[in-house]
């Protein structure tokens, strides 16, 4: 499918990330100026053209500064019980938050000063701390008013519109096993674009975008080969009844980089340019689905696509009791290797960040404990914040302390499910004084970046498990780094404690980690 865009006419030829939906005959379209960080508005008629006299320079002018602050971006807007509002992210100090607004319409479009709801905190929600909080989608179920939080795990919140309250409500789990999905989607947080929308088979649609790249080259990349924030965006379906799960997702990026080379696209090309087209809303009008949005902080546009397109580019996704988290999904090998093990206990050694690919998080997440080791500070402060199992700050001075608070979980737990080991000089030292004669472990994930460091921690490595009986079921995992495939990894099993029938497909030997558990 070919993405061709349009522009609207608008009065203001400064705006940006434009939302554009259908009301009554006509077309409402709310946008922003990049300048004077105002929130626009104006009717649209059916060929998308301004009617006069129906702009707003600022639709928050009826507001106080004090509740709108200096910058409110990336606006969604929902129509919730036949009243529509807009959902912004307010930008003053400290980390960003969702407002949401009441928007009055008659012959103008303008913000209810009487109502506004900040979203400082979620209930029933764990260590919840704000982040980029901007990429919320608002859509409304049976009289209620929800927002999706994040794709992956799949989390839904419920607001209460007289308490002011919002809250996480369901949250459901799913993997994808297509090889372009697990190449390109590396960065953690999937981001959400358009508030979803009901489809004609009772399903939600929606979309989502990540602006991390690893190892899908592209021509576009070809002439800005610094630039690593391009959006790669896709759709995916759910549910239409709770707890919302995900069903299918895109086969491919919907929109890619690539897209800003074709001599239909309406903005400045790179390398003078760099603006992928960011849709803000959709809506279905008979089978065409039209996507509205804009050029990053250049312009408001809008493309159309036929809807059975765009479902026929879905694939079915995997629903699990848990979500890989791991960068090469080596917690969900260890999970799919115990026959979903959902109590586990785990030794992390060289644990690296708590949450961003951390090869323990999904497992604690559903229920196992154990004890992450490294020799950051940094880390120490984010484990104490974000995760349950115990942190070891190891920086070799302490030696016999830390090995005591090692050897009381080796007392509790003489078998242990998984051993994670990333490598460095202090970590190794504490792999090679584990009494493997005593401790056994099910699982093993050795990193030993052998494309870099060469054979001879691995031999060393594996002279030591092999002594100890362990099976090396997957040789030489690779990942694609510096632009070719680099063996980085190995994947051991205890013969004895595992069911060798459920993982022994997995056995490989210098493939990629996809093409290991995914077979693609």
Known sequence: ?????????????????????????????????????????????????????????DIRDSCTKDICGFKNIDSRIVKYNNQYYISTSKILNGPEYIQLFKLVITDKINIDKSFCISFLSINNFPNYSRRREKNWCPWEFQGKLYYTYSLNPHKILEVNLETKEVSLIYETNWYNNSLWFTEIWTDPFFRLNCPPI???????????????????????????PNNLLSYWTGFYRFENKPPFKIISISSEPFICPDYQLSENWPFHPPPSGGNPFYPFYMFLKDNELFLTGGSNEIAVAYCKFNINDILHTLIPVYNSDMTPNARCHQDFFTFLSLNGEKNGTFLDIGCSDPIISNNTYGL???????????????????????????????????????????????????????????????????????????????VITIKHDCYAIGNELKES??????????????????????????????????????????????????????QVLYGS
């Open 364 to 442: 604690e997440k559903i229920g196992w404990t154990g004890i992450c080791i490294d020799s950051s500070i940094e880390y120490k402060i984010f484990f104490t914040e974000h995760r349950s199992s115990q942190y070891i700050l190891y920086e070799g001075q302490d030696e016999d302390q830390d090995f005591n608070i090692i050897n009381n979980f080796f007392n509790k737990y003489p078998v242990i499910d998984y051993l994670s080991f990333n490598h460095s000089f202090m970590m190794n030292q504490i792999l090679f004084k584990i009494p493997f004669d005593k401790i056994k472990f099910k």
């Open 198 to 224: 009901l489809l004609p088979d009772s399903t939600y649609l929606g979309i989502f975008h990540t602006m991390r790249i690893s190892s899908l080259k592209t021509n576009y990349h070809k002439i800005q």
């Open 1 to 57: 499918m070919e993405l061709i865009l349009h522009r609207p006419t608008l009065p203001d030829d400064r705006s940006f990330h434009g939302s554009i939906f259908p009301y009554d005959d006509k077309f409402i379209c709310i946008y922003h100026n990049s300048e004077e960080h105002n929130i626009g508005s104006c009717f649209l008629d059916s060929n998308f053209i301004h009617i006069p006299n129906t702009h707003t320079k």
């Open 461 to 514: 490595i594996t002279k030591l498990l092999k002594e100890h009986n362990y099976f090396l079921l997957c040789d030489n995992i690779k990942i694609f780094y510096l632009e070719k495939e680099s063996e980085f990894e190995d994947w051991w099993v205890n013969p004895d404690l595992v069911d060798m029938s459920l993982i022994s497909k997995y056995q490989s030997s210098g493939k990629r980690w996809n």
